[in-house]
């Protein structure tokens, strides 16, 4: 389809929903974020391996929705500036100046775009636990929950009814494993596993495979 055509940002739209379920959560004492690992193209299983929570400082993460390229290239952007940041200022990035650097990075590419959506979520004493939605074309919304991809109205079902502002990240990874599996049990572009992290004032860290265990998710 060619860019002039006047459906295009309609094709990017829905193409960037075929595939993947992630969620974030804002808690009292930090954020959590959740994926799963199946990665697809159109009905083929591409891999089943994919972490789509990317690390991009010790107090900063991203989920990736869309283009593997476009979104590994975006979190290289990402990590660099943010370790850049920290060398110049010799503090952390704050959550929400990383959020509008990914949301100018995109908007400055919009008539070439980087097919993904990403939310960008962190944690500093200043702003507490912090998400932001953005979307391939730069634009950014600021959720206490978040789910992308194509299998987030399932999760967003789930997250509605369990989700409370004052959850800690040890309440809330759980009900972000139990949402991604309602969209793995529902949605066929979904699937495989779920990686979790948790953001907090002790930094960013993976959930191990006892930890996730422990939850009682079973597909």
């Known amino acids: ?9 309609e094709y990017i739209a829905e193409q960037i929903k075929k595939g993947t379920t992630t969620c974030a959560l804002s808690c009292s004492d930090g954020v959590v974020l959740a994926a799963d690992t199946r990665a697809s193209a159109g009905l083929f299983i591409a891999d089943r391996h994919v972490m789509k929570i990317q690390q991009v400082d010790k107090h900063l993460a991203m989920t990736i929705a869309g283009g593997v390229a476009d979104a590994q290239n975006l979190v290289d952007v990402m990590r660099y500036n943010a370790n850049l940041y920290r060398l110049q200022n010799k503090e952390l990035m704050p959550v ?84 991604i599996a309602a969209a793995i049990r529902r949605n066929a572009g979904t699937g495989d596993n779920i990686n979790v992290a948790i953001i907090d004032k002790d930094g960013y860290r993976q959930l191990s495979k006892e930890q996730k265990a422990a939850v009682g998710v079973v597909f």
Request: hydrophobic share 35%; charged share 20%; aromatic share 14%.
């Open 1 to 9: 389809m060619h860019p002039k055509d006047n459906r295009y940002p």
């Open 96 to 179: 929400k100046s990383a959020a509008r650097l990914c949301s100018n990075v995109l908007f400055n590419n919009r008539y070439f775009p980087y097919y993904v959506q990403i939310i960008m979520a962190g944690y500093t004493k200043a702003e507490g636990g912090v998400i932001h939605n953005i979307d391939l074309f730069g634009s950014m919304t600021t959720e206490k929950f978040i789910s992308t991809g194509s299998g987030s109205p399932v999760a967003y079902g789930y997250l509605e009814s369990e989700y409370r502002p004052d959850l800690s990240v040890n309440e809330a990874y759980k009900i972000a494993m139990h949402a």
